[in-house]
């Protein structure tokens, strides 16, 4: 349907990071208009009733990967895009989502956001921004200082990357670039030195199994390089944020800086809350390969009290379902042959909202804060995203907090035609989104059209509140 005309969301309970009240929500075209209770229908062109639901703002998932990995072999990998992927993000209620672009051969960071845009513009759904790769070091370093005039002020480093790891001055020039130009650097923390020095250790042992997946990628690698990280912003003035922590380890440096008063921003991703590395052992560990990869339960419980403390910020997917199901079991039992990524955007939500509200762990005030406000701020969308306010983009999903189902592979979007969470049971699920006034997705049934998603132009990170 289109976003034209007075749309008026009557008798839910609206849930902000800050509160949760009873009120009516108004909506003119791609706008809120007006928030309060027992707000008059008269000129409503629309009346939606929301008695007995929750109104959320639409999430924000700043981390997925939507768009190719030119790395990977284009025959090989029949997985989600931008098309199927934003299909399964409205289903789950998220609206906008932050994709980490790698470049081709040759492009800096200001190239790949073109190319992406061009993606966007084809295929997505949902709104966009973009965290573009460095890939090297050397290479038009000059576009980094422009970000901010693209206004996509974020560029995304691996550290483990050789290319960066064998050129620290290189990569310390860029991130000082970055903090410069006040350009966010997001930091995939492995340290290649510890992940060579376990690889040789394990080989040297005959020990290639794909079992060995948590020993060849061990928490101290993620440590080192999380300490490289903050010291990199430390020595620039950079903003770091510290992408899918998975160990209580790396949580303390991470606290340690921000007492210090760097500004650095941390992530987890929902696997790292509720699964462990048993699942590296299991019949379908071959499904289950992510990095870094799952660590102990030690670890989950520790995460989730940094989610509670806020010592980490939010939960994004790290959504890559690159491999489909059969492409992942084809894999080699290797840890070196790794097949990696998984979907997450449709069951972000719903599983953080089931493990997290509804056990008592966190408040609904603060999931919406870990699914849509705290990316929203770090990230320069701030109130036009992330909240429920007026002028803010008509981004909401109306949820109902009683509905229970099974999760089943054959009822998502995903093309990869699994998920790891097959036959668990949820509680919390979106009856309807809404996408800047638009109805995207209602019961069921994605009715956004590809192409309606656009590249979201952001500012420098937010310090309004609600």
Request: negative net charge; charged residues 25%; contains cysteine.
């Amino acid at each position: 349907m289109s976003s034209a005309g007075t749309v008026l969301i009557q008798g839910g309970t609206v849930v902000t990071s800050k509160r949760s009240f009873v009120a009516d929500v108004r909506i003119e075209g791609e706008t809120i208009i007006e928030v309060g209770p027992s707000l008059s229908d008269s000129t409503a062109d629309q009346r939606i009733d929301a008695s007995g639901l929750l109104i959320l703002p639409g999430g924000v998932d700043p981390h997925v990967h939507l768009s190719r990995r030119p790395s990977l072999p284009k025959e090989a990998c029949s997985g989600d895009d931008f098309l199927s992927g934003s299909k399964g993000a409205l289903a789950g209620g998220v609206t906008t989502v932050g994709e980490i672009a790698s470049p081709e051969a040759d492009e800096g960071v200001l190239d790949t956001i073109d190319r992406v845009e061009s993606d966007v513009r084809s295929k997505s759904l949902v709104d966009v921004f973009v965290h573009p790769v460095l890939e090297s070091a050397s290479r038009k370093l000059e576009q980094i200082s422009k970000l901010p005039a693209r206004e996509q002020p974020s560029l995304k480093v691996f550290l483990m990357n050789p290319s960066l790891a064998e050129n620290p001055a290189g990569l310390k020039d860029a991130v000082r670039r970055a903090a410069d130009a006040g350009v966010t650097v997001l930091f995939h923390c492995e340290a290649l030195s510890e992940l060579s020095a376990a690889r040789d250790a394990l080989l040297k042992q005959e020990m290639t199994s794909l079992r060995y997946l948590p020993e060849s990628r061990p928490t101290s690698a993620e440590v080192r390089a999380t300490e490289q990280a903050i010291a990199f912003c430390r020595e620039t003035g950079a903003t770091g944020y510290i992408v899918h922590i998975s160990c209580a380890e790396a949580l303390g440096p991470c606290a340690a800086a921000r007492v210090e008063g760097l500004p650095i921003h941390t992530e987890t991703r929902p696997e790292f809350l509720l699964l462990s590395s048993a699942h590296h052992r299991g019949e379908d560990a071959k499904l289950h390969v992510i990095i870094p990869p799952l660590r102990e339960d030690a670890d989950r419980e520790a995460l989730w009290r940094a989610l509670v403390d806020r010592s980490i910020d939010l939960v994004a997917t790290d959504d890559a379902a690159f491999w489909s199901k059969a492409e992942k079991l084809a894999a080699p039992d290797s840890f070196e042959a790794l097949r990696m990524g998984i979907s997450g955007l449709e069951l972000l939500r719903p599983l953080l909202f089931s493990e997290g509200v509804v056990k008592g762990r966190i408040s609904v005030e603060r999931f919406v804060e870990a699914t849509a406000a705290a990316a929203a701020r770090i990230f320069g969308l701030y109130p036009k995203k992330g909240t429920i306010a007026v002028g803010s983009d008509a981004d909401l999903v109306l949820w109902d907090p009683k509905e229970t189902r099974t999760i089943a592979a054959s009822d998502l979007f995903s093309r990869t035609g699994f998920t790891v969470y097959d036959g668990w049971h949820v509680t919390g699920w979106p009856r309807m989104t809404l996408r800047r006034g638009e109805i995207v997705y209602r019961e069921g049934e994605v009715l956004a059209s590809p192409g309606s998603g656009i590249l979201i132009p952001r500012r420098l990170p937010s310090t309004e509140d609600e």
